[in-house]
């Protein structure tokens, strides 16, 4: 079985391709990156020396031409496309990018499938296409049959992608499916998303920026549940159809930051309030009753055994993140949040 797995050396597909060398061991995986300033070989140095059963290519989702000649050197069954720009905060900066390479690349990904007549397409999308829901119901969750409403490009980027996707199915009878997930956390989480830069700045003393009031709430999922549900998708999904996939672990943000400052033994004193993101939305909840009936997934890990790991994680490896922070991402981070302080 041949595996091409895009978007692989970032945070969520290199975990998943981590995964599936376990699972599948005589599975051959094709990582696809253009290492973006998100992708990083470190990610995935450990896989790339097994010729037989692991390929690298960096190219770009979007380039056709790159795209052709990957799949008709490889051939591959199946392919799970994680390669996208991921974050909101970036969206609100370069909307372009996002629909460039969130939605023209799935769609050039799909005509390769086609043509190559492909097993299965998978596409990883998020629960952030339906929108957001209220504080004060906490009995609202996000089915799979909730309407499709997004806040920011990023969103609308992956609905857009989602919804050609289904159009794809439709009509060229591609066979696909789309996982819609909560937020993930763990290992190779890049420190510009929330709990990887809390740990990083609280390791270091430094002030750690919350938005607003701290009271969003997102669900939280372990990476490695959302990479035995993909799994489980692509082996034993229906194609046509959509699995939404959650932590079942609803925390607001604040509470996030404090428990990591407490593992960590900081002082509460670094939390500062910024101003907040424009469109931000306020809660996500995923209703995954209809993956756990039917495909017989759950989640395994709890927030608070999921949170422990990961902290011990960035600190047995802190020159993975340090190398990280200490290039690039200084502008980003002085760009985004200067003069933010409220
Ligand atoms: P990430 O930003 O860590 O990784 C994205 C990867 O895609 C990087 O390796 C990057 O180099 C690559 N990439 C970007 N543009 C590319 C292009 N044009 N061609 C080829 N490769 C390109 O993101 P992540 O958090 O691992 O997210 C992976 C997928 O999961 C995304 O599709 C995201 O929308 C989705 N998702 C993420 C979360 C989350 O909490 N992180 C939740 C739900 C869904
Ligand atoms: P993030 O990790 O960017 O994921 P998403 O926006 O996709 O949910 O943010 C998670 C939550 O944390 C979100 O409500 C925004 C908030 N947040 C902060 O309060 N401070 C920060 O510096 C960042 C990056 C996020």
């Known amino acids: 079985m041949k595996l091409l797995v895009t978007g692989g050396a970032g945070f969520i597909g290199s975990n998943y391709i981590r995964y599936a060398r376990e699972q599948h061991p005589d599975y051959k995986i094709i990582c696809v990156d253009l290492l973006t300033y998100a992708g990083n070989m470190e990610n995935i140095a450990e896989f790339t020396s097994d010729k037989e059963h692991f390929a690298f290519y960096r190219c770009d989702i979007a380039n056709k031409e790159e795209i052709e000649n990957v799949f008709s050197k490889e051939n591959p069954d199946i392919v799970i496309n994680f390669a996208a720009e991921s974050h909101v905060d970036r969206s609100l900066e370069n909307p372009s990018l996002f629909l460039r390479t969130n939605i023209l690349g799935t769609q050039v990904l799909m005509d390769a499938c086609l043509k190559h007549n492909v097993k299965r397409f998978h596409q990883i999308s998020t629960d952030e296409v339906y929108g957001d829901l209220p504080l004060d119901r906490p009995n609202l969750k996000f ?200």
């Open 143 to 342: 089915t799979e049959e909730n309407k499709i409403k997004t806040s920011s490009p990023y969103s609308a980027s992956k609905a857009s992608a989602d919804l050609l996707v289904s159009a794809y199915h439709r009509t060229f009878k591609l066979p696909a499916t789309i996982s819609r997930c909560s937020n993930n956390y763990g290992p190779y989480h890049f420190p510009e998303k929330l709990i990887p830069l809390v740990i990083s700045r609280a390791v270091s003393d430094e002030k750690i920026p919350v938005y607003g009031k701290g009271e969003n709430v997102r669900d939280w999922i372990y990476v490695e549940d959302h990479c035995s549900a993909i799994d489980k998708i692509i082996h034993i999904g229906e194609v046509g159809n959509v699995y939404n996939v959650g932590g079942n672990s609803e925390k607001r943000n604040i509470d996030v930051v404090k428990e990591i400052i407490k593992q960590l033994g900081k002082s509460e004193d670094l939390i500062t309030f910024v101003k907040d993101r424009p469109g931000h939305d306020l809660r996500y909840a995923i209703d995954s009753t209809k993956i756990q009936k039917e495909l017989g997934w759950k989640p395994m890990t709890s927030f608070e055994v999921g949170i422990e790991k990961t902290i011990k994680w960035y600190l047995a490896n802190e020159p993975w993140w340090k190398n990280i922070i200490s290039g690039e991402y200084q502008q980003y981070y002085q760009k985004m949040y200067a003069n933010r302080e409220i």
